[in-house]
């Protein structure tokens, strides 16, 4: 089984189409048996679908994530896990141990259709709208 996790610096990145990096596992037997880093190389939502599935990915622990990315995700057969945030080494070790805490409805809804793209933009200073903090989140929040 592989398990990619949107990755920052120890941590879950919270945008799903803006990750810089994902960190890879290799799991047998319930047990992590090797991890890597492999940078996106400034892809975007669509592309990074494809790189997981031309990873042989099988499942997907991130923050926040939009629509289309999900149906991609489904359409390559990579189990999403969204809303996550914290440590990404220990969000897989809960993953199987069967103790992640997750989203299964995970989706920036407050987004217009074609906002995706460009992330959280235009919600920022909307009263009850703050991606990353206030009252409403993305699975998490949208940006690190």
């Given at each position: 089984?592989?398990?990619?996790?949107?990755?920052?610096?120890?941590?879950?990145?919270?945008?799903?189409?803006?990750?810089?990096?994902?960190?890879?596992?290799?799991?047998?037997?319930?047990?992590?048996?090797?991890?890597?880093?492999?940078?996106?190389?400034?892809?975007?939502?669509?592309?990074l679908?494809?790189?997981?599935?031309?990873?042989?990915?099988?499942?997907?622990?991130?923050?926040?994530?939009?629509?289309?990315a999900?149906?991609?995700?489904?359409?390559?057969?990579?189990?999403?896990?969204?809303?996550?945030?914290?440590?990404?080494?220990?969000?897989?070790n809960?993953?199987?141990?069967?103790?992640?805490?997750?989203?299964?409805?995970?989706?920036?809804?407050?987004?217009?259709?074609?906002?995706?793209?460009?992330?959280?933009?235009?919600?920022?200073?909307?009263?009850?709208?703050?991606?990353?903090?206030?009252?409403?989140?993305?699975?998490?929040?949208?940006?690190?």
């Amino acid at each position: 089984m592989r398990i990619a996790v949107t990755y920052d610096n120890g941590d879950i990145f919270q945008h799903f189409g803006h990750t810089q990096q994902f960190k890879i596992y290799d799991v047998e037997d319930g047990t992590v048996v090797s991890s890597e880093v492999l940078d996106t190389s400034g892809s975007g939502h669509g592309a990074l679908a494809g790189l997981l599935g031309g990873q042989k990915v099988d499942a997907l622990i991130c923050g926040g994530i939009g629509g289309g990315a999900q149906m991609a995700l489904a359409e390559a057969g990579i189990r999403l896990y969204g809303g996550v945030t914290g440590s990404a080494d220990a969000a897989v070790n809960a993953l199987l141990s069967g103790d992640l805490l997750y989203n299964p409805d995970v989706q920036c809804s407050h987004h217009g259709e074609g906002d995706h793209e460009g992330g959280c933009g235009g919600h920022d200073g909307e009263e009850g709208h703050h991606c990353g903090g206030g009252e409403h989140h993305c699975g998490g929040g949208c940006h690190a």
